[in-house]
């Protein structure tokens, strides 16, 4: 009987302990934050945090777009003493388990050590799939507070932006383990998404707007780094050939000067009926566009008579989707002119692209130095340190091969008549 | 009168899953075997080298262990050392069960604290660790054992669900080039480091007298190694191809960041409660294990029929060690004193003290074998 009334005694002292325990978070305690600003002004960091706002959905219908969201700042000696200092204007603590992007302003990432983020990575509410974008040549306040899409919530129009990726590989989606895990390679040099704010043209003029100018945000392009050094920004095209290296795209365009003249030669040449639509008339538009179905990337590294050669193979697959231009693509021999024209672009561009890594940034972003460690693990001992000296100095061999397996769903280009 | 007998003892393959599972918590919780030489992407290959080097290393424990299989560790070691070395060996190996459980009590407590609850203060996250703990350690061997059989297949289907499920996130080519990078030198002291280690083989020197099938304790031996080797090569591989050599080798729990990292289709993520659930009851089950064999060494060591009575006041002591030391310092993140540690103890008791344990035996094979037979 003792005993029963002690083991009594004891559960019902653990219930009491058990129900709120000391890290309870109640949601009415707590502000919500999607997006973190990172800047460095005057020996100071700003940490600039959207919060969400919560309200009853009844009243979200009639809510302006933003509204949704709240923005606070803090100013302190490190990125935890800012966070914290928000503290002491801002009624909730923070709470960053569901930040979703950080954004460094330029001012932060120019003359950045790792070390200055050591707080992101070993807080343990911030998850390691946190998305890092840097603000182009602004503040990382500047770029935030705008929703231009159906998005209510400024971070959600950054993310759905991020995760556009996979539609365009003029961009790179980059999280925190990601940089990270480059960041601590050697053969490798980390590349981060970019954030610019642009003036948005108001088209709609129905729409009353209280502001005088209105933006947007873009997140084409990316920049490169030299592990913490921030070295250069690749344009949009430039991104997108640096995808195509690192054969990270799933999906995408390729645009290419569509070639001049029909060479076919060999087959009958169908009759040109009479018609009022002069096939020979120039367009004013002269590029064509194939849709990428599946992209092969394969980089490799060769030494040739002692010059160390970088080596990129491209195969792509895909369906032609606009063709502006007097060929005929039923033959096979224009249809391979045309694939040709497409991967003399591909080539032009990775070439322009990886020239200008080698030459303006010194900087391995393409992992060739890793590709090198595997092949020649004895060489690369002796010159790891050297690499991307090395590497800028690199010969380059590119070899592009396209395939067209779909044509949409029309043949002849709608300009040219086939005849008989 | 067999069947009478069997009812407190536990059969092979709930010993395999208890020593599987003390080994892969280990690994499962903060993956030590990343940061030891030669700290690259060759490290899996240290792992399977390390097997010979175990087999080898426990050689001494499990022959006695097999001689006397009716005995505990503690009580061999008298009857072989003589009543005062005997004496002295039993309390080192009662000392040493104490410090691993002190060791795993204050490893989960971190653990909680620095991943779950930050506010949380240590002596509650203690406490109720312990009365669990305890309370389990009071329903005997076969209780843990058969606790055992459910929640090892539950951790181990944890671990290759989220091995699975992080498929998107590996990068394999870290893993190249293969032992281009290490030198035979750091691959073999990697590979006695982490054999000496596994310090949780000393359970398997106390258990024989609770075994089903005494012959089988060889099999179990080998068979405990291989298969946790093998788990813990796959953990080793996931992480480090998911987070890379370096930012592994930063994390103080490598697994549970790459966990952190699943999200599949925008709607599997945030799914690593379920390794926090693995986590704790994997670290129960070990401290159960290790508090049981505490409060039986003990009482072996100073001649008492019942252990019962010693669990509650041993857990009192891994109660206020846990309390001193983690309220000093992290034990994971500033783990160099941990390691070594760990390392020197586990020597001393699955290397050295069975050596010169056997050696005596040696010599006095033959007294031992009339006294056993009187």
Redesign the interface.
């Known amino acids: 009987m003792k005993k029963k009334i002690l083991f009594i005694n004891?559960i019902v002292v653990?219930a009491v302990?058990?129900t709120g325990?000391?890290?309870a978070m109640e949601l009415n305690t707590l502000g919500i934050n999607l997006v973190l600003g990172l800047d460095f002004e005057n020996g100071k960091v700003i940490v600039t945090a959207e919060i969400i706002e919560p309200v009853p959905a009844k009243e979200k219908s009639a809510m302006e777009k933003g509204s949704a969201v709240t923005y606070v700042q803090g100013i302190g000696d490190n990125i935890f003493d800012a966070f914290r200092n928000i503290t002491l204007k801002f009624d909730r603590k923070l709470y960053i388990a569901h930040n979703k992007i950080i954004i460094f302003g330029e001012g932060f990432v120019e003359g950045e050590s790792a070390n200055d983020i050591d707080m992101l990575?070993r807080d343990?509410e911030l998850?390691?799939?946190t998305y890092f974008l840097i603000a182009k040549e602004a503040k990382a306040y500047e770029v935030m507070g705008i929703a231009a899409g159906l998005e209510e919530i400024p971070g959600n129009y950054i993310l759905k932006l991020i995760n556009n990726f996979k539609y365009n590989p003029k961009a790179v989606n980059v999280n925190l383990?990601e940089y990270?895990?480059?960041f601590?390679?050697m053969g490798r040099q980390p590349v981060l998404g970019i954030i610019e704010k642009k003036e948005k043209k108001q088209i709609n003029k129905l729409k009353k707007s209280s502001k005088d100018k209105e933006y947007e945000l873009s997140v084409i392009g990316a920049a490169a780094f030299n592990k913490h050094r921030l070295v250069g920004y690749l344009n949009g095209t430039e991104t997108k050939a640096f995808n195509f290296i690192m054969g990270k795209v799933k999906t995408g365009i390729v645009t290419f000067p569509t070639p001049n003249e029909s060479v076919d030669e060999i087959s009958t040449p169908t009759l040109v009926m009479e018609s009022d639509i002069d096939s020979q008339r120039p367009s004013k538009i002269s590029m064509s566009t194939i849709d990428i179905i599946k992209l092969k990337s394969k980089r490799d590294v060769e030494i040739i008579d002692g010059n160390i050669v970088l080596k990129v193979d491209i195969r792509l697959r895909g369906s032609l989707e606009e063709f502006i231009g007097n060929m005929d693509i039923s033959s096979d021999i224009e249809m391979k002119e045309i694939e040709k024209a497409c991967s003399q672009e591909i080539k032009n561009k990775l070439m322009n692209t990886l020239i200008k890594v080698q030459k303006e940034f010194e900087t391995d972003i393409f992992g060739f130095g890793?590709i090198f460690?595997?092949k020649y693990?004895?060489e690369w001992?002796e010159i790891k340190d050297n690499w991307n000296e090395i590497f800028s100095k690199s010969d380059l061999q590119v070899e592009v091969k396209t395939n067209v397996i779909r044509t949409g769903l029309i043949n002849e280009p709608i300009g040219r008549i086939k005849g008989k | 009168m067999e069947n009478l007998e069997n009812i407190n003892k536990i059969s092979t393959y709930q010993v395999i899953l208890l020593i599987i599972i003390y080994r892969v918590t280990i690994a499962f919780t903060y993956l030590p075997v990343v940061n030891i030489p030669p700290g690259n992407q060759d490290i899996w290959i240290t792992l399977l080298m390390s097997i010979p080097y175990t087999i080898l290393l426990c050689v001494p424990l499990l022959y006695l262990g097999n001689k006397f299989s009716d005995y505990t560790l503690i009580e061999y070691t008298e009857k072989i050392s003589g009543k005062i070395a005997g004496k002295v060996i039993s309390i080192y190996y009662t000392g040493f069960l104490l410090l691993l459980s002190i060791i795993n009590v204050a490893t989960l407590v971190e653990i909680l604290n620095?991943?779950?609850?930050?506010?949380?203060?240590t002596w509650?996250t203690t406490i109720?660790m312990l009365?669990t703990c305890v309370y389990i350690a009071y329903k005997g061997l076969k209780s843990i054992a058969r606790g055992g059989e459910i929640f090892v297949p539950f951790i181990l289907g944890v671990i290759l669900l989220f091995i699975i499920l992080g498929y998107n996130?590996y990068?394999f080519?870290v893993l190249?080039?293969v032992l281009?990078?290490s030198t035979f030198k750091e691959l073999n002291i990697g590979a006695i480091d982490s054999g000496i280690k596994f310090s949780d083989i000393i359970i398997l020197a106390m258990i024989p007298p609770y075994l089903e099938r005494k012959e089988d304790l060889n099999k179990i031996y080998i068979k405990s190694i291989i298969y946790s080797i093998f788990i813990i090569i796959l953990l080793v591989v996931a992480t480090q191809a998911?987070?890379?050599?370096?930012?592994a080798k930063?994390t103080n729990f490598p697994f549970f960041?790459f966990n952190?990292?699943i999200?599949l289709y925008d709607f599997i993520?945030r799914i690593d409660v379920l390794s926090v659930v693995g986590w704790i009851t994997g670290n129960v089950g070990k401290i159960t294990g290790y508090l049981y064999f505490t409060s039986v060494a003990f009482s072996q060591t100073f001649d008492k029929n019942d252990n019962r009575p010693y669990i509650i006041p041993i857990a009192g002591i891994v109660f206020i060690a846990t309390l001193l030391i983690k309220d000093r310092r992290s034990i994971l993140s500033v783990g160099k004193v941990l390691q070594k540690t760990i390392l020197i103890t586990s020597t001393i008791a699955l290397f050295v003290l069975p050596t010169i344990t056997l050696v005596i035996y040696l010599f006095r094979k033959d007294k031992i074998s009339n006294t056993n037979n009187d």
Do not use: M
């Open positions: 004891i653990i302990a058990l325990c000391w890290n990575v343990h998850r390691e799939t383990a990270l895990r480059h601590y390679d890793n460690h595997r693990p004895k001992h | 620095s991943a779950l609850f930050p506010e949380t203060p509650i109720i009365i996130n990068d080519t190249l080039p281009k990078d998911a987070l890379g050599i370096e930012y930063h960041t952190r990292l999200n993520q």
